[in-house]
T-cell receptor
């Protein structure tokens, strides 16, 4: 079993929909939680960064971390065709913060 | 400001050869990490360098090595290439502070024939 599990999708939604992306993990030592977006032929781009549990909002994006359930989510409101990409969750322990453990990524397609 | 620059972007090698990939971090960033991305295994951590010292290493064989220069530029080397080494190799840089916010380059796509 992988340390971080993420549904690979693809997830296809109409423009304007609310998108929910999720990851589960098994390592209770994870303290830092991130969401990256990766377009084809590009490197991952950081979207959201959260330390420990709680919610964080940035524009149309909301990240949630539930450490008791070992579950993190990314919500995208008013989704746009330009949001079509692969979304990767990533996590790290406090004492190895540069060693990120990534989920396999979820492919999202937003239809016009 | 300029982002993380990786060269070459694409390369083709044959089994048994070796390859060197280069990464120039964002100006002022002193930490450089390397990741391997494959369809089957996803993104996997290779190693991380800070001020020319390797601070962390992932679970890869000794054929994978790296180094960092005094100007923070980094190289990674893969010797005795195998077909399974075909992947996108991503470099990421970060400031030397306590945060672990990584900025990735576009990657070097290696194909081993």
């Amino acid at each position: 079993q992988k340390e971080v599990e993420q549904d690979p999708g693809p997830l296809s939604v109409p423009e304007g929909a609310i998108v929910s992306l999720n990851c589960t993990y098994s390592n209770s030592a994870f303290q830092y939680f991130m969401w990256y977006r990766q377009y084809s032929r590009k490197g991952p781009e950081l979207l959201m960064y959260t330390y420990s549990s709680g919610n964080k909002e940035d524009g149309r994006f909301t990240a949630q971390v539930d450490k008791s359930s070992k579950y993190i989510s990314l919500f995208i409101r008013d989704s746009q065709p330009s949001d079509s990409a692969t979304y990767l969750c990533a996590m790290s322990e406090a004492d190895s913060s540069y060693k990120l453990i990534f989920g396999s990524g979820t492919r999202l397609l937003v239809r016009p | 400001k300029a982002g993380v620059t990786q060269t070459p972007r694409y390369l083709i090698k044959t089994r048994g050869q070796q390859v060197t990939l280069s990464c120039s971090p964002i100006s002022g960033h002193r930490s450089v990490s390397w990741y391997q991305q494959t369809p089957g295994q996803g993104l996997q951590f290779l190693f991380e360098y800070f001020s020319e010292t390797q601070r962390n290493k992932g679970n890869f064989p000794g054929r994978f090595s790296g180094r960092q220069f005094s100007n923070s530029r980094s190289e990674m080397n893969v010797s005795t290439l195998e077909l399974g080494d075909s992947a996108l190799y991503l470099c990421a840089s970060s400031r030397s502070g306590e945060d672990n916010v990584l900025t990735f380059g576009a990657g070097s796509r290696l194909t081993v024939l």
